[in-house]
């Protein structure tokens, strides 16, 4: 008697983008960058422990990436995430905004759960948090 044999999918599985820029953002940061001289410059975005929501987005400008970084590049930007950040900031957007009540990027987080009222900080559905003052 012949068993039948499980059928193995051939395709691998879709990892979802770790992040994504829209147009906006990509476009502030090549003016951000354009008089670097260094080919390596990109935008290190990370997450952190912190705020009233339990985690903290932080973004700067990086020379380098570091060796446990996932290196990405979106519309034409290199993007450096470490990887304790990767899974926090899987399928995230970066924006950037400029309003009559300010100006910067803003992350789109599908993660994020909770946020505190002035959206310096969130919650993922894996970490239940606890109430904390709001320092940003």
């Known amino acids: 008697m012949i068993e039948p044999q499980p059928t193995v999918d051939s395709q691998p599985a879709v990892q979802p983008l770790v992040v994504s820029l829209t147009d906006a953002a990509a476009v502030k940061l090549r003016e951000l960058t354009k008089e670097e001289a260094n ?7 990370y997450v952190y422990s912190g705020g009233r929501s339990g985690y903290r987005y932080g973004m700067m400008l990086e020379d380098a990436p570091t060796a446990e970084d996932k290196v990405l590049e979106a519309n034409g930007v290199k993007v450096y995430v470490d ?19 300010g100006a910067g990027f803003t992350v789109n987080n599908p993660n994020a759960v909770a946020a505190c009222g002035c959206g310096s900080s969130f919650r993922t559905a894996d970490d239940a948090g606890t109430a904390r003052a709001c320092a940003h």
């Open 39 to 45: 080919p390596d410059i990109g935008l290190r975005v």
């Open 83 to 101: 990887g304790n950040s990767v899974s926090l900031l899987s399928g995230s957007q970066i924006d950037y905004v400029d309003t009559l009540m």
